[in-house]
């Protein structure tokens, strides 16, 4: 089956059957331009998701594609069963907005721009391997900070001791997250088990990574934000703490090494019960091994996707931290403050149909509109909560609310562009030179000497029809836009 098995059901909405019906269908987000892009495997990795054990819907965004056993840019719910591939290898992959009370001509200056690259750099270094003790102005991370970033999530302890400003767990899509029986306690037996065994000669290393962006998609992006003329995007970014015309820096990344030594033990942890056992894998699919709630398999993998998640959690408030003391350095007296944090790889317990279910979005992104009965304790309830979507440097980025429409995609959006061809791909197509030139053009300056063109903006889709089928379906409206002034980035292979 390819895209044109999708029935259109409106404008940026569509389904794709399964099996002649014998299964209820997928619910496809978008537009005439972007259903093309959903290629033959992507198209698949959807039919096999929403044949799995237990799943009782999937939703393809406008963004989707290839992934780990499930497409980048798919929700898939489940009330029985937990899956490690339609989460990721890079557990809570996530974005973060920093606002400064900073205007945007204070940074038009290529010196000015120059200069804070640099003291970014010297707090947050880019790279698979990098951390803390590559910084030469960073945070060296003890074992027992590492210990308490992992089971406490941003906590008040692990704020003050890594300096982080304790409100900022307001700002947080979970601040914290706890082990597969709702206590803190399972995530220290469990941690203590890691310490004997996959973490027993590199700890101290792996919890150094907080604080960094590792390499691949990752980025930091210094913005200018730019609100919506319409009055309820200004009342929005007045909650969400945008100030028109002045600087903010978008930041993506995850869980680093640690979410990946996690998400790997029970790749290969459930995959060798499933060749034990002799139970046929969803598709013949090796990255699609699931464990049923309540067994030991499950239990295990929601502890480490819950450590694993408290670490990202803890990677990007304090890489937020390390860039505002970045440009206090070179502008003295500038003042910063979060305005949201957001995952987009991640398995959260959600009512779904009236039924609480488990949640997975693999490169999706929660979209909860204004009212919704969980952020009747934030500060959105009257809005709904900031929705972070990145598109690319040359095209901008958007900061987005959900609508009461969201409730057909349960409840989530894409959490970017999504890639329209493979890294080899890029690299084989697409022309250094120009890459860089279009950069130098737009004044957009980077910390590397070549942008990785495997990353370059034309690797992805079309950041603008992306956003139209988020509009056409009734999904969300958008707040501002960011407009790109300079980026860190990492030539590496991508972590998630």
Same mark, same amino acid.
């Given at each position: 089956?390819?895209?044109?098995?999708?029935?259109? &059901?409106?404008?940026?909405?569509?389904?794709?059957?399964?099996?002649?019906?014998?299964?209820?269908?997928?619910?496809?987000?978008?537009?005439?331009?972007?259903?093309?892009?959903?290629?033959?495997?992507?198209?698949?990795?959807?039919?096999?998701?929403?044949?799995?054990?237990?799943?009782?819907?999937?939703? $393809?965004?406008?963004?989707?594609?290839?992934?780990?056993?499930?497409?980048?840019?798919?929700?898939?719910?489940?009330?029985?069963?937990?899956?490690?591939?339609?989460?990721?290898?890079?557990?809570?992959?996530?974005?973060?907005?920093?606002?400064?009370?900073?205007?945007?001509?204070?940074?038009?200056?290529?010196?000015?721009?120059?200069?804070?690259?640099?003291?970014?750099?010297?707090?947050?270094?880019?790279?698979?391997?990098?951390?803390?003790?590559?910084?030469?102005?960073?945070?060296?991370?003890?074992? $027992?900070?590492?210990?308490?970033?992992?089971?406490?999530?941003?906590?008040?302890?692990?704020?003050?001791?890594?300096?982080?400003?304790?409100?900022?767990?307001?700002?947080?899509?979970?601040?914290?997250?706890?082990?597969?029986?709702?206590?803190?306690?399972?995530?220290?037996?469990?941690?203590?088990?890691?310490?004997?065994?996959?973490?027993?000669?590199? #700890?101290?290393?792996?919890?150094?990574?907080?604080?960094?962006?590792?390499?691949?998609?990752?980025?930091?992006?210094?913005?200018?934000?730019?609100?919506?003329?319409?009055?309820?995007?200004?009342?929005?970014?007045?909650?969400?703490?945008?100030?028109?015309?002045?600087?903010?820096?978008?930041?993506?990344?995850?869980?680093?090494?640690?979410?990946?030594?996690?998400?790997?033990?029970? #790749?290969?942890?459930?995959?060798?019960? #499933?060749?034990?056992?002799?139970?046929?894998?969803?598709?013949?699919?090796?990255?699609?091994?699931?464990?049923?709630?309540?067994?030991?398999?499950?239990?295990?993998?929601?502890?480490?996707?819950?450590?694993?998640?408290?670490?990202?959690?803890?990677?990007?408030?304090?890489?937020?931290?390390?860039?505002?003391?970045?440009?206090?350095?070179?502008?003295?007296?500038?003042?910063?403050?979060?305005?949201?944090?957001?995952?987009?790889?991640?398995?959260?317990?959600?009512?779904?149909?009236?039924?609480?279910?488990?949640?997975?979005?693999?490169?999706?992104?929660?979209?909860?509109?204004?009212?919704?009965?969980?952020?009747?304790?934030?500060? #959105?309830?009257?809005?709904?909560?900031?929705?972070?979507?990145?598109?690319?440097?040359?095209?901008?980025?958007?900061?987005?609310?959900?609508?009461?429409?969201?409730?057909?995609?349960?409840?989530?959006?894409?959490?970017?562009?999504?890639?329209?061809?493979?890294?080899?791909?890029?690299?084989? &197509?697409?022309?250094?030179?120009?890459?860089?030139?279009?950069?130098?053009?737009?004044?957009?300056?980077?910390?590397?000497?070549?942008?990785?063109?495997?990353?370059?903006?034309?690797?992805?889709?079309?950041?603008?029809?992306?956003?139209?089928?988020?509009?056409?379906?009734?999904?969300?409206?958008?707040?501002?836009?960011?407009?790109?002034?300079?980026?860190?980035?990492?030539?590496?292979?991508?972590?998630?």
């Amino acid at each position: 089956m390819n895209y044109e098995s999708i029935i259109p &059901t409106g404008q940026a909405t569509g389904i794709l059957p399964v099996d002649d019906g014998k299964l209820s269908p997928i619910t496809v987000i978008g537009n005439e331009a972007i259903r093309p892009t959903f290629d033959e495997g992507c198209i698949k990795q959807a039919l096999n998701s929403r044949r799995a054990p237990g799943v009782s819907k999937v939703v $393809l965004n406008p963004d989707a594609h290839c992934g780990y056993g499930a497409p980048v840019g798919s929700v898939l719910v489940s009330p029985t069963h937990i899956y490690p591939g339609p989460v990721g290898v890079d557990i809570k992959c996530s974005m973060s907005l920093l606002q400064l009370d900073l205007p945007a001509e204070a940074v038009a200056d290529k010196r000015t721009r120059r200069a804070i690259i640099n003291a970014i750099m010297d707090r947050s270094p880019t790279g698979t391997g990098r951390g803390q003790r590559h910084a030469k102005k960073g945070r060296p991370v003890s074992p $027992l900070a590492g210990r308490a970033a992992l089971t406490q999530g941003v906590s008040a302890w692990v704020c003050d001791d890594l300096g982080i400003p304790e409100h900022w767990a307001k700002r947080c899509e979970d601040a914290f997250h706890v082990g597969h029986d709702g206590s803190q306690a399972a995530l220290e037996a469990r941690l203590q088990q890691h310490e004997a065994g996959v973490f027993k000669e590199n #700890f101290g290393f792996k919890v150094n990574q907080l604080g960094s962006y590792g390499g691949g998609n990752h980025f930091g992006e210094c913005e200018v934000v730019e609100v919506a003329g319409n009055n309820r995007a200004r009342r929005a970014a007045e909650v969400f703490g945008l100030r028109d015309g002045h600087v903010a820096f978008l930041s993506h990344c995850g869980s680093r090494g640690i979410g990946a030594a996690l998400a790997d033990i029970h #790749f290969k942890g459930m995959l060798k019960k #499933f060749q034990e056992w002799n139970i046929p894998l969803p598709g013949n699919d090796r990255q699609l091994v699931y464990a049923p709630l309540g067994s030991p398999e499950a239990n295990a993998y929601l502890d480490d996707l819950a450590l694993g998640a408290n670490f990202a959690t803890v990677n990007h408030l304090l890489i937020n931290a390390l860039v505002l003391e970045a440009f206090q350095e070179v502008i003295p007296g500038i003042k910063g403050d979060l305005v949201y944090f957001i995952s987009h790889n991640i398995a959260r317990q959600e009512v779904v149909d009236n039924t609480l279910q488990w949640v997975h979005r693999k490169g999706a992104t929660r979209a909860f509109p204004a009212g919704h009965h969980a952020l009747k304790e934030t500060p #959105f309830f009257d809005t709904g909560h900031p929705i972070l979507l990145p598109g690319n440097p040359r095209d901008g980025s958007s900061v987005m609310v959900a609508e009461p429409g969201a409730e057909k995609s349960c409840y989530s959006v894409n959490h970017g562009a999504g890639r329209r061809m493979s890294r080899t791909a890029a690299t084989k &197509t697409l022309n250094q030179t120009e890459i860089d030139t279009r950069f130098v053009e737009q004044d957009i300056l980077t910390n590397c000497r070549q942008y990785p063109i495997d990353e370059a903006p034309d690797a992805y889709k079309n950041f603008g029809d992306v956003l139209d089928s988020v509009k056409q379906a009734g999904l969300a409206t958008e707040v501002a836009k960011l407009r790109a002034r300079f980026v860190i980035k990492d030539g590496d292979k991508a972590d998630d």
